[in-house]
């Protein structure tokens, strides 16, 4: 069966040219009337084209004409209904970020990727960490913290020298950013069913801002994180090019 596709491109020169020569050869319908959406760029906009239709019950099939396009499939204006019918679908529930400001105000921020914190100022930040209610780290004095789900394990997770984690296997990665006390800490691995709460020491002398798929929010008091089981993103890839391959290919380069 042919589906209904629902074009989406970034702003920038080749995806939109991508875009241009797409709709020429397949017929494009609304997101709407569609039944599939075909985002064209990096994983950024594939990022942004999944917060943007969270509401919508639709799978999101990407093409790349970005740059490192990890969560894209190889671009070609070729056979697009054939490769939408052979799609595999992987499922990503993301992250909710609970966020508290000095002021006492309140941020409600969803993360596909993850949800880190990061200081703000030249001093280091002093974090206290808590899982599900229990003091697991009184101070991590460091540049910064973050929680990632597997889909994200491989972005700024890894770059922190996080673990790679499989697809499916129901873990968050902890990962410390430049952690100097203690320092030997290099993070943990927490069963997605868990409740993570930073709290922000010193938040004046060390003010930490909190980051969510890159919407931030300053001058935080306190993080408080869960898994959205309730929430799926469904992402199409090409046959034996899936995420759970990516993320294991990613391990032996």
Request: aromatic share 6%; charged share 20%.
């Amino acid at each position: 069966m042919t589906r209904k596709i629902a074009f989406v491109a970034s702003s920038v020169a080749a995806p939109q040219a991508a875009l241009a020569e797409l709709t020429a050869r397949y017929e494009a319908v609304t997101i709407d009337e569609a039944d599939v959406i075909v985002a064209l760029g990096g994983d950024g906009f594939m990022l942004q084209t999944l917060h943007a239709t969270q509401h919508i019950d639709l799978p999101v099939y990407g093409m790349n004409r970005g740059t490192v396009g990890f969560l894209m499939n190889a671009y070609s204006p070729d056979g697009l209904y054939e490769r939408l019918a052979a799609a595999e679908m992987a499922p990503l529930n993301p992250l909710d970020m609970r966020a508290e400001r000095v002021d006492g105000s309140v941020s409600h921020a969803l993360a596909i990727n993850e949800v880190s914190l990061l200081r703000q100022g030249a001093q280091a930040a002093k974090l206290r960490i808590l899982v599900d209610g229990r003091e697991r780290l009184a101070e991590l004095i460091c540049d910064g913290a973050m929680l990632s789900t597997p889909a994200g394990s491989t972005a700024y997770n890894y770059s922190a020298h996080g673990p790679i984690l499989p697809v499916g296997s129901d873990v968050l990665a902890l990962t410390p950013v430049a952690a100097f006390r203690p320092r030997r800490w290099r993070g943990a691995l927490l069963p997605t069913s868990s409740k993570v709460r930073f709290e922000v020491v010193e938040p004046d002398k060390r003010p930490v801002m909190a980051d969510a798929d890159s919407r931030s929010v300053r001058g935080i008091v306190a993080v408080d994180i869960v898994s959205r089981a309730d929430i799926v993103h469904k992402l199409l890839f090409d046959p034996g090019h899936g995420l759970e391959e990516r993320l294991i290919r990613e391990q032996f380069v």
